[in-house]
């Protein structure tokens, strides 16, 4: 259920922009449902150290839980960029996943020479750039990742399938769609809540309405063909610019 978003999207900006390699010295700012993904993925992929930054208590145990080597609250001490920087010896790679001004400055400083910030966090801040110094004598580069395409989402799914992708802390709750309006009232957790349509009292149609674009498509929930189809624009024009088009985004609603 969380594959597309939680999963795949890490996946697209570690492996596919960012270019993860083994060995490699690993920064996640951002602990939520996008970073503690990007934890196993970067586990998976052989990360020599994977340290995780985020000011919450939970979420830094939860991290550890999934496979960080160390964590960091940027709450604490006056300098976080150095005590990030001292704790990893400088990253070669670090993934933002917050999408404020001061988490994307943190990743930026977190770099060592040669370093790569992939930001995935989605914002309005405008952070402050280092010295241009930095970025010439460092050869340090900083790119934007956005998603995911439906081939990355399906090795996703490959992965999980061979255990070759740890995701079994993904899900910190499964809720009856009942339930729905109680979620939004507890405190926030680090994982992702899964709504059950089978568990809600009222009985429902088992069908998955897709809207993509302006195409609208309807498959059953047990079409072994469901990942294609939810993909797929329901006439001709749409059709042809998708065969083109690197990313796509659809909203899902359970009928």
């Given at each position: 259920a969380i594959v597309p978003d939680a999963i795949a999207t890490p996946y697209h900006a570690l492996i596919t922009v960012g270019r993860i390699g083994v060995g490699e010295t690993v920064v996640?700012?951002?602990?939520?449902?996008?970073?503690?993904?990007?934890?196993?993925?970067?586990?998976?992929?052989?990360?020599?150290r994977i340290v995780a930054v985020d000011p919450s208590a939970d979420a830094r145990a939860a991290a550890l839980v999934v496979g960080a080597d160390a964590v960091l609250d940027p709450t604490v001490g006056e300098n976080p960029a150095k005590g990030l920087y001292d704790l990893t010896g400088g990253a070669t790679l670090s993934l933002e996943a917050v999408?404020?001004?001061?988490?994307?400055?943190?990743?930026?400083?977190?770099?060592?020479?040669?370093?790569?910030?992939?930001?995935?966090?989605?914002g309005q801040d405008r952070p402050r750039l280092p010295p241009l110094i930095r970025f010439v004598a460092g050869e340090t580069s900083v790119h934007g990742s956005f998603g995911s395409t439906m081939a990355e989402i399906r090795t996703v799914l490959d992965l999980i399938a061979a255990d070759k992708l740890d995701v079994s802390h993904a899900i910190s709750s499964r809720v009856p769609l009942d339930?729905?309006?109680?979620?939004?009232?507890?405190?926030?957790?680090?994982?992702?809540?899964?709504?059950?349509?089978?568990l809600c009292g009222t009985p429902m149609a088992h069908d998955v309405l897709v809207e993509l674009n302006d195409g609208v498509a309807t498959v059953p929930l047990n079409s072994p063909d469901k990942l294609n189809t939810?993909?797929?624009?329901?006439?001709?024009?749409?059709?042809?610019?998708?065969?083109?088009?690197?990313?796509?985004?659809?909203?899902?609603?359970?009928?």
């Open positions: 996640i700012i951002g602990a939520g449902g996008l970073g503690l993904q990007a934890i196993a993925v970067a586990r998976m992929a052989d990360a020599k999408g404020r001004a001061d988490s994307v400055e943190l990743g930026m400083q977190s770099l060592a020479p040669g370093g790569r910030l992939v930001i995935v966090g989605v339930d729905v309006p109680a979620v939004f009232k507890r405190s926030a957790t680090p994982g992702r809540t899964v709504t059950l349509p089978e939810l993909a797929m624009p329901t006439d001709q024009p749409q059709l042809e610019a998708f065969k083109h088009a690197q990313h796509s985004t659809a909203s899902v609603a359970v009928l």
